[in-house]
């Protein structure tokens, strides 16, 4: 069959790389892809936020199935333009995917279902929003509402932190994204993201993950979109998973469903889980980046049937082989990131780097400028090796890192360290 990714990072480097496996894959193809993706698959120049764009390229081009990477083109119903032209999609529809675009949205479906989450209100006014948090009080977190590329969360550990997050938010600092704030309860914890497949109906899980958000080693400095992640998440227990699906995955999936808005994809749930029970932080519509590396690696080629299964409501019949192992990614970024940072140096020792099923460096920001590779974004390589245990992987990722050769490049030394305490 014909396959289109949508998107152009790490992600969805790592969906092309276990897709290409498949010998279920005939032709592949991603807009806009990066110089890794390159590699193994045709890229297209597309604006993938746009449905009726990706719906004709995807007829003239005898698409059979669209793998929708980012929220962005979900959140503005790029997967209902593409199944309204009778395309196979995997990847909510803009209705469902308001779980992600809308942090109100989801606490309403969490309140409908009686799942376990922070207790919560939203304000459409500064001065309602300044009240409550003074009779809160520290620490108390604040949310844009909508979509704001990472930057709309506040974990305020004082007052006066709180203070400035409502009146920078609906100062407009975030756009329409903080017209609305939702202003929740502080949960304690360890964070963990648990991913699923859902058609609508079924619910299967493929796999649990702990991400580094920040950008320096023992978890400091600023916040990033993710400088590494390990899977599984050992803080996800078995039973504690089994937790998670019967009281927020499943009953969140029911309720989307009784609404007439059934969901259909990957549902990623950002979990904290303190005393032996998770309640939901978030959720997200889509793989994580860098997360759906270390999944993609575990999972390999069978990921292409699992999202086939997920998209023509077969999930019931469809089941996950596991190898038990553990995979480790690190994440190397241009030196700055998140901060104001450097485009356009070269990268060097990729070449040296032998790839297999059990290392592959996937490709985030980078382009092939006169043969080659050089930086284009933030996170530019998320470095990704698996092992029979934890220690092995990191120790595979780091022995690939030490082979490139990218001065302009940094990475954090200590990725998987919670779970190897
Ligand atoms: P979100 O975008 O909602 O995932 O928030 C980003 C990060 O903020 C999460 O990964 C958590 O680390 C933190 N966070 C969000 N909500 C809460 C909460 N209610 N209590 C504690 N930490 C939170
Ligand atoms: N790594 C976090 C995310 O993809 O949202």
Request: glycine share 12%; net charge negative.
């Amino acid at each position: 069959m014909n396959i289109l990714i949508l998107g152009g990072g790490g992600r969805e480097h790592a969906l092309a790389w276990a897709v290409k496996q498949n010998p279920k894959c005939d032709r592949l193809i991603a807009a806009p892809g990066n110089a890794g993706i390159a590699a193994i698959a045709e890229c297209a120049d597309l604006d993938i936020l746009d449905g009726a764009a990706v719906l004709a390229f995807a007829v003239e081009n005898a698409v059979d199935f669209v793998i929708v990477g980012p929220e962005a083109p979900l959140a503005v119903g790029v997967a209902d333009a593409l199944r309204a032209g009778g395309i196979l999609t995997f990847g909510p529809s803009a209705a469902a995917a308001r779980l992600e675009a809308s942090k109100a949205f989801t606490k309403d479906i969490c309140d409908a279902c009686g799942a376990p989450t922070a207790s919560w209100a939203r304000f459409a006014d500064r001065a309602a929003a300044l009240a409550h948090v003074r009779a809160r009080g520290a620490p108390i977190v604040v949310k844009a509402d909508g979509l704001a590329a990472g930057k709309g969360v506040v974990v305020a550990m004082t007052l006066p932190e709180a203070e400035a997050a409502i009146a920078d938010m609906f100062g407009g600092s975030l756009g329409a994204a903080g017209a609305e704030v939702v202003i929740e309860e502080f949960m304690a914890g360890e964070e963990a993201s648990f991913f699923v497949l859902t058609d609508g109906h079924d619910v299967l899980p493929i796999g649990t993950a702990q991400d580094h958000k920040r950008a320096g080693d023992g978890d400091v400095g600023p916040n990033t979109g993710g400088m590494g992640a390990y899977s599984p998440a050992p803080v996800l227990t078995d039973e504690i998973a089994a937790q998670a699906l019967d009281q927020i995955i499943r009953p969140t999936i029911a309720e989307l469903a009784r609404r007439g808005t059934p969901y259909q994809g990957v549902l990623y749930a950002g979990l904290m889980i303190d005393q032996g029970r998770a309640r939901l932080v978030e959720y997200n519509v889509r793989f994580g980046d860098p997360e759906c590396q270390v999944l993609m690696m575990r999972l390999g080629a069978q990921a292409l049937d699992l999202m086939l299964a997920c998209a023509e409501g077969r999930l019931a019949e469809a089941r996950v082989t596991w190898a038990d192992d553990h995979a480790l990614t690190v994440v190397m970024a241009a030196k700055g990131y998140p901060g104001a940072h450097e485009k356009g140096s070269a990268i060097g020792g990729l070449d040296n780097l032998p790839e297999s099923s059990s290392q592959m460096v996937f490709h985030a920001g980078t382009t092939l400028k006169d043969g080659q590779i050089t930086a284009t974004g933030g996170r530019v390589l998320s470095v990704t090796a698996r092992g029979a245990t934890l220690a092995e992987a990191q120790a595979r990722a780091y022995g690939m890192i030490d082979r490139i050769d990218w001065p302009q490049g940094f990475c954090r030394r200590d990725i998987g360290w919670r779970a190897l305490k």
